[in-house]
């Protein structure tokens, strides 16, 4: 069935929905994540710098969104477009290429951010999971697709980052839900070649109360590996915060998934 938030009669203070990209290679990345959280919605882009292990991130929040931004009801198809403050973005779907154009002022409070991408599915398989949630009105329904072909560019500033099919991946988290306000989720993600073969994970932390049903998904040459419970171990400072750019170990209790020892 297909989603429609008009037909979510009971706690509608609660939806959520997002679509989150995400496209790199082995140097450099930018995200995109629109969300629409009903009480407050948000833009956030950022660029990520593996080889400076840096990270840039400008967020824009809205309040009291409540559908206002009009996320496409399907993955499959529709368009995304805001214009609005110092940022405008347009992100177009007919089936088969998305393209993802923004411009976004004083990105790194100096110079704008600017991408235009365009991404064309090059596997139709893809992870779709209904999550019914212990208290029976609210759920999740998510989709990960984990292969884009890639071809465009970003720039802030005077630096250009320039994304090819040739060495360049991107995929797409999208999620129409009804949940709890507060959620302690960590997701990792990543599209890729390993020994010759495109891989390509989604993996989350969150497992089903009652079912054990999960989002964990591994596409190893193009072919879903269901995983069970993911479990991550992420190196913290001395006041115990986080240190997300640092290398994590993630490993799942059915053993698919293992912790490299040292």
């Known amino acids: 069935r297909d989603y429609d938030r008009r037909d979510i009669r009971m706690g509608k203070n609660r939806i959520k929905e997002s ?27 950022s660029l990520i710098d593996y080889e400076k292990n840096e990270v840039i991130t400008r967020n824009l929040k809205k309040v009291f969104t409540n559908g206002k931004l009009k996320l496409p009801k399907s993955s499959i198809n529709g368009d995304f477009v805001f214009n609005e403050d110092n940022i405008t973005l347009k992100i177009t779907n007919n089936g088969i290429t ?3 154009i923004c411009k976004l002022d004083k990105f790194d409070g100096i110079a704008d951010f600017e991408c235009e991408i365009e991404l064309q599915i090059v596997n139709r398989d893809s992870s779709v999971v209904a999550l019914p949630l212990k208290n029976k009105k609210l759920f999740r329904y998510t989709q990960f697709i984990p292969s884009f072909k890639v ?35 960590i997701k990792s993600f990543m599209s890729g070649i390993h020994n ?12 089903n109360d009652e079912t054990n049903v999960t989002e964990n998904v591994i596409f190893d ?4 590996v269901k995983i069970n419970e993911i479990n991550f171990e992420i190196p913290t400072n001395e006041k115990g915060k986080m240190i997300l750019m640092n290398d994590w ?8 998934v293992l912790k490299k020892q040292k």
């Open 196 to 207: 010759g073969k495109k891989i390509a994970f989604n993996f989350s932390n969150e497992l």
């Open 19 to 45: 679509d989150y990209y995400y496209i790199g290679n082995s140097r450099y990345a930018i995200s995109i994540n629109v969300s629409d959280y009903s009480k407050y919605g948000f833009i956030t882009i």
């Open 98 to 100: 998305r393209k993802i």
């Open 249 to 256: 170990k993630v490993f799942s209790n059915d053993k698919k």
């Open 221 to 224: 040459d193009n072919k879903p």
């Open 151 to 185: 071809r465009g560019s970003a720039r802030v500033g005077g630096r250009r980052l320039s994304f090819s099919e040739l060495d360049s991946f991107a995929i797409l988290i999208w999620e129409r839900s009804v949940t709890i306000h507060k959620l302690n989720i």
